[in-house]
């Protein structure tokens, strides 16, 4: 789950995470009282969306008056904020965060995440904060440090002042970057989150150390252990058919193409998009029904699926292993005659009750087409998207 900046500020502050002096506003005239409140000869105006790159896409503006940051917060709010992350249709900016201007000396990068690789948590920093990292790994990965964190110890002191050392900290700041990384890991282990990044994390003129920035993403699996979090959620920053799947416990995610994929299991959800596109298609979605789903839930992600009007054909790939290929069936066959669909429908069944899932599919009445492996399935299918 993500959250806003102004959110992720908060919740790093309850853990000893220095940051700037912030008011959220709603309208131009909050902003302006809250510039006017942080009482600074520079403020910043800073559009809320969960995206990076919003300086570069104008949704990040410094205000010399309080009036000032009235006028840039009446440009700003309701705009579609289009930026690398949003997509060229944007984000419409419905919040603002007014912070106070700081002596910006220099910028610095941290990010905590879990390694895959390693299955560990790492930490890692660069001196190319401001920047965008995923562009820094790929041209000049030698800028980033990196610390593996043993999850039984945790973030060790050493390895905090050793970044701090790696990353130029004045020597009589090393303590203070100690210490805030050490409230940094604290934060992030104890929101059980999947990401921590503070760039820029700054060192001001008169020698803070204060998160400028900071994005906080929550790991969906341990929401249950902080139900006050829900509450975070801002539902306009997310895809509404993402939203309706994520009420019925289905992966799903909204893509560029048009043609529709259900499929069991996030592997073979990965492997079908990847033979669409071998074939010379776009897959329009991730969609993953689970190793367990009922006939009910197939049948609301087959009324996901056909809800986005850009999908022109749907293909079916289902392994029955714990799912039985019966049901699935029987689940598209309801859903395609309660929605009356008429886009071209590609199934391909293996597994479990296969013989009889293919039955039902061919006594439904409805056309759909059979395949009769993944390649096969992907022709098809292409075919008739086009």
Same mark, same amino acid.
């Given at each position: 789950?993500?959250?806003h900046e102004?959110q992720?500020?908060?919740i790093?502050?309850e853990?000893?995470? #220095?940051?700037p002096?912030g008011?959220?506003?709603?309208? #131009?005239e ?6 006017k409140?942080?009482? %600074? ?10 995206? &990076?790159?919003?300086?570069?896409? &104008?949704? +990040?503006?410094?205000?010399?008056s309080?009036?000032e940051?009235?006028?840039i917060?009446?440009? @700003? ?6 930026t690398?992350?949003t ?18 000396d =220099?910028e610095?990068?941290? &990010?905590?995440?879990?390694d895959? +690789?390693? &299955?560990?948590n790492v ?10 990292i995923?562009?820094v790994?790929?041209? %000049?990965?030698?800028?980033?440090? =990196?610390? %593996? ?8 002191g050493?390895?905090a ?8 900290? #004045?020597n009589?700041? +090393? /303590?203070?970057?100690?210490k ?12 059980d989150a999947?990401?921590v ?7 001001t003129k008169d020698g803070r150390?204060i998160?400028l ?8 699996n341990?929401m249950f252990?902080?139900?006050?979090y829900a509450?975070?959620?801002?539902l306009?920053e997310e895809? #509404? ?7 019925h416990?289905?992966n799903y995610? =909204?893509?560029d193409?048009?043609?529709g994929?259900?499929? !069991? ?11 669409? =596109?071998?074939a010379?298609g776009?897959?329009a !979605?991730?969609?993953? +029904?689970g /190793? ?5 839930r197939v049948?609301q ?6 809800a986005?009007?850009?999908v022109?054909?749907v293909?079916?790939n289902?392994f029955g292993?714990?799912?039985r290929?019966d ?6 066959v309801?859903a395609a ?5 008429t ?6 069944l293996e597994?479990t !009750? ?7 599919l061919?006594s439904? /009445? @409805? ?5 009769t /492996? ?5 022709q ?7």
């Amino acid at each position: 789950m993500k959250i806003h900046e102004y959110q992720g500020k908060a919740i790093l502050k309850e853990y000893g995470v #220095p940051v700037p002096r912030g008011i959220v506003a709603r309208s #131009p005239e909050e902003a302006e009282a809250a510039a006017k409140e942080l009482g %600074t000869d520079i403020v910043v105006v800073k559009a809320q969306i969960h995206a &990076g790159g919003r300086g570069k896409g &104008g949704g +990040v503006k410094l205000a010399k008056s309080s009036a000032e940051a009235r006028e840039i917060a009446s440009q @700003i709010l309701g705009m579609q904020l289009v930026t690398h992350q949003t997509g060229p249709e944007g984000q419409e900016v419905r919040t603002l965060l007014i912070e106070e201007g700081l002596p910006i000396d =220099k910028e610095f990068y941290l &990010g905590i995440t879990l390694d895959r +690789v390693t &299955g560990r948590n790492v930490f890692m920093a660069s001196q190319a904060g401001g920047m965008d990292i995923e562009k820094v790994a790929e041209e %000049t990965p030698e800028l980033i440090l =990196k610390e %593996t964190i043993d999850p039984a110890v945790g973030l060790r002191g050493f390895q905090a002042r050793k970044l701090a050392f790696g990353l130029g900290i #004045p020597n009589e700041l +090393v /303590g203070q970057a100690t210490k805030f990384m050490l409230a940094l890991y604290d934060a992030y282990e104890k929101t059980d989150a999947s990401l921590v990044e503070i760039n820029p994390f700054l060192l001001t003129k008169d020698g803070r150390l204060i998160a400028l920035d900071a994005k906080l993403n929550f790991d969906d699996n341990a929401m249950f252990r902080h139900k006050d979090y829900a509450e975070l959620r801002d539902l306009h920053e997310e895809e #509404p058919l993402e939203i309706e799947a994520s009420k019925h416990d289905l992966n799903y995610i =909204k893509l560029d193409g048009n043609i529709g994929c259900m499929v !069991n299991g996030a592997g073979l959800a990965m492997a079908t998009m990847d033979i669409i =596109k071998l074939a010379g298609g776009e897959p329009a !979605n991730f969609l993953d +029904v689970g /190793g367990g789903a009922s006939q009910e839930r197939v049948e609301q992600a087959f009324k996901i699926l056909l809800a986005d009007q850009n999908v022109k054909a749907v293909l079916i790939n289902i392994f029955g292993g714990i799912v039985r290929c019966d049901m699935v069936a029987l689940g598209v066959v309801a859903a395609a005659k309660n929605l009356g669909v008429t886009i071209p429908i590609v199934a391909r069944l293996e597994g479990t !009750n296969v013989e009889e899932g293919r039955r039902v599919l061919e006594s439904s /009445g @409805i056309g759909i087409i059979p395949a009769t /492996g993944m390649n096969d399935a992907a022709q098809k299918v292409v075919a008739a998207a086009a």
